[in-house]
């Protein structure tokens, strides 16, 4: 759980009339953005995504088995409130809301393909369940990040995220 005062979007809505003659670039931000790649450890490289289709989709592999052993991860961003782009692979419900997830970045990973290392893995928590779409659905998140190693089942993850707000991508 997160605490101290953050800007809500109903506070950044109250604030735009004050701001409207101010361009948006100027507005305050109340998160850092983040994408996979600043994930890595200095100097690594992920497995870019023009090659990931040509990747073989063998549902019987077992993911763990298969996931890169990689988990070294930065601890840049410990504590800070982030937004990170990802597609939802859920692992706990409330209802028919998610309420655990693993945030990937790309569509099919650790149920199709060979899972991506720890550190392009983030576990996914939050208080309000989020209503999903469609399984793989493209959301930001926005929340309390961190350096956690979880392992489930099948899988290790490198990252933690206390989501605070989760909307669809786009």
């Known amino acids: 759980m997160v605490t101290g005062p953050l800007l809500t979007r109903r506070r ?9 003659a101010t361009p948006r670039a100027a507005w305050p931000q109340d998160y850092i953005d983040l994408n996979w790649q600043d994930l890595l450890p200095e100097g690594s490289d992920a497995l870019p995504s ?41 692992t706990e419900y409330d209802g028919t809301g998610v309420t655990a997830f693993i945030l990937v970045p790309f569509v099919g990973a650790c149920v199709h393909v060979p899972p991506p290392p720890p550190n392009q893995l983030v576990f996914v928590t939050t208080q309000t369940p989020y209503e999903m779409k469609g399984i793989f659905e493209a959301v930001n998140v926005i929340g309390m990040f961190g350096t956690a190693a979880t392992s489930t089942q099948q899988i290790n993850i490198g990252y933690a995220l206390s989501a605070d707000e989760i909307v669809p991508f786009g």
Not at 59 to 75: D, F, G, I, M, Y
């Open 12 to 20: 950044i809505m109250a604030l735009t009339t004050a701001l409207v």
């Open 50 to 90: 023009a090659l990931r289709a040509l990747l073989p989709h063998d549902e019987t592999a077992t993911p763990l088995a298969s996931q890169p052993t990689s988990s070294e991860v930065r601890t840049d961003w410990n504590g800070m409130i982030v937004r990170l782009p990802g597609y939802v692979l859920p």
